[in-house]
């Protein structure tokens, strides 16, 4: 794939996923604004287009060992595998944070008053992300499979409850941008999850949780906004609808 200024971040990150940790140490979040070009994100924060550029190839030809290739898959995989490591990871880790965040404000609290609004940032993101993800485990993922069945045997589909795929996927979207709005101010809040020196070992260790979360989120946004979604948009013009 070459990289010129008018390629978005979506596409280079769906393309190669060692190019994330580019953009995340540029702050330039790929995820849910992967619509974005190279030229765009540049001018905003002031950055050499060559220089980030270069810094993209030399990922990209990088010795490490190459990522899965998610482009590659087939929509029902993808919608596997989201579930399987990213909605199981967001499940497993929320009532741990939960608990640890509980007690940081129980012993910290009066110090550092930003985890209470750490917390009560967390606890909506949480909430929401569950219902989110229910909506998707539920009806729209589903309905991708079917549509994935339908174009392989060449059957007729159905139009989903929720009308278009189009719309759903902007409805999905603007609940991705909201986490990531959260997220972020989760991250300023808490110095880049850099914790205090009066810190403990709790303390240490819910910082690491948090941001290891965030990072989960990112993959998991990008690989719905960038890859799964338009994969699905792109199969559902290719299926003849019941009228």
């Known amino acids: 794939m070459k990289i010129t200024s008018k390629t978005t971040i979506g596409e280079i990150v769906a393309d190669d996923f060692r190019t994330a940790v ?23 924060r002031d950055i050499d287009e060559a220089i980030l550029i270069k810094h993209i ?11 899965f290739d998610y482009k590659s ?9 989201i579930i399987k490591t990213h909605h199981r990871y967001i499940k497993e880790k929320t ?16 110090n550092h008053p930003e985890l209470y ?45 929720f009308g278009s795929l189009e719309n759903q996927v902007l409805m999905m979207k603007e609940e991705h941008n909201a986490e990531g709005q959260r997220f972020k101010r989760i991250a300023t809040l808490s110095n880049n999850y850099t914790p205090p020196t009066d810190s403990c070992a709790t303390y240490k260790v819910t ?5 290891e979360f965030e990072k989960n989120l990112h993959k998991h946004i990008h690989m719905e906004n960038n890859i799964l979604f338009p994969k699905a948009i792109s199969l559902e013009k290719n299926v003849e609808h019941v009228s």
């Open 207 to 211: 910082f690491g949780m948090l941001d």
């Open 95 to 110: 009532p741990v944070l939960e608990e640890y965040l509980n007690k940081l404000c129980t012993v910290h609290g009066d």
């Open 117 to 161: 609004e750490i917390k009560a940032l967390f606890l909506d993101a949480a909430s929401d992300l569950d219902t989110h993800m229910d909506k998707e485990e539920r009806t729209m993922f589903p309905f991708i499979i079917q549509m994935k069945r339908a174009h392989s045997k060449g059957l007729f589909l159905e139009t989903p409850p």
């Open 57 to 67: 190839e030399t990922a990209k030809n990088g010795t490490e060992n190459q990522s």
């Open 22 to 44: 580019i953009f995340t140490k540029y702050h330039i979040d790929f995820c849910c604004k992967g619509h974005r070009t190279i030229e765009e994100v540049c001018k905003k």
């Open 73 to 81: 898959w087939s929509v029902d995989l993808l919608t596997d595998y």
